[in-house]
């Protein structure tokens, strides 16, 4: 490992992946402004002077590029997707929250080790980075999925979008009839898909299990639209929020912030709850609002949003796992979850 490595890696662990990242941005800048003031001059050339070039072209506005990057598709764009000639994504506006420096893997690999989940279950595999936090039975549903991690778990991938995946009898076999104890959903950005994806995993999660709902946070509301436009996108997930807070108030809901875009716990699940999708039809309108995206400016900030560190150290967890271990009722789960709601 190169000296460069080691630094990097210490600095993380010191002062987080956040203040590492603005320092090296710092150091990099530094040594560009360095190579320009040493840098030989150029030698006087013999040949006559070209003709000048034309001037370049105005680049777009902010509000022409948001434009034009919004007839490039209907759903969000891929980070591979082909952009209009000459635009490139759209800056975001500055965010306002304090970071915590906490990555979204960070806290889903930390709630792997307290729950210690005899299954795993995940929306939007991806390169699988997520998927090598697990040790656990594991199934993995993404419609265009391209692992380049190792895996090291009993897991089985569906090359599917999740509807597909739930509207399938049989694809929980590998789980043997038994509970999830831990679901991460990360699939399609926009917020219809991401209550469907919820509604369908709460079904087969067990009395102390948990879900993670990631891009519930977005820094700002430009990052919030349906239509990509910048190069990190949360999309409009975040809505779900108010439709679970205002009809399942039997959850325990806990945002907390990481990077990039959040991570959202819901706990206290009841598989055999029909209250979501009795009023999917009545809310759709609402979750599919087109853009643009307002998003209410304490979310952006995170006001309401719980550090990882108080969350991960409570001791709900060993509390719940060895309840779970005891194959203890419901009802005696959703005690215990009432005490993260008393986080500070």
């Known amino acids: 490992m190169s000296i460069r490595s080691v630094v990097g890696t210490g600095l993380r662990t010191t002062i987080g992946r956040a203040e590492t990242e603005q320092l090296r941005r710092r150091e990099v800048a530094a040594r560009r402004r360095l190579a320009r003031l040493i840098a030989p001059p150029a030698p006087e050339s013999n040949h006559a002077p070209k003709p000048p070039t034309a001037k370049p072209k105005p680049k777009l506005t902010r509000e022409e590029m948001i434009d034009a990057l919004g007839r490039a598709g209907v759903e969000g764009l891929g980070a591979g997707s082909q952009l209009p000639a000459g635009l490139s994504w759209a800056s975001p506006d500055p965010f306002e929250h304090v970071s915590s420096g906490f990555h979204k893997h960070e806290f889903l690999g930390a709630l792997h080790e307290l729950l210690q989940p005899r299954r795993y279950f995940e929306i939007g595999v991806d390169q699988g980075q997520s998927l090598t936090l697990s040790r656990a039975r594991t199934i993995g549903v993404d419609p265009a999925y391209r692992i380049t991690r190792s895996i090291h778990c009993d897991v089985q991938t569906f090359l599917q979008t999740s509807d597909d995946f739930f509207a399938t009898d ?29 509604m369908n995993t709460e079904k087969h999660m067990s009395p102390g299990g948990a879900i993670v709902l990631d891009d519930m946070l977005p820094r700002n509301s430009l990052e919030a639209q349906r239509i990509r436009r910048t190069s990190a996108w949360a999309g409009d997930v975040y809505k779900v929020h108010e439709v679970l807070r205002r009809h399942r108030p039997d959850l325990t809901i806990v945002p907390v912030n990481t990077e990039p875009t959040g991570s959202y716990l819901v706990v206290g699940l009841d598989p055999s709850s029909t209250v979501l999708s009795e009023v999917y039809d009545d809310v759709l309108a609402e979750l599919s609002s087109p853009d643009p995206q307002t998003v209410d400016a304490d979310w952006l900030r995170r006001s309401t949003a719980h550090a990882p560190g108080p969350v991960l150290e409570s001791s709900v967890w060993a509390q719940v ?24």
Do not use: C, K, T, Y
């Open 170 to 198: 049989g694809n929980f076999d590998h789980f043997e009839g038994q509970p999830v104890d831990l679901a991460f959903i990360d699939g399609m950005h926009l917020a219809e898909f991401a209550l469907r994806d919820f």
């Open 321 to 344: 796992r060895e309840l779970r271990d005891d194959n203890a009722p419901a009802e005696e789960f959703r005690g215990r979850w009432s005490a993260l709601h008393d986080l500070g």
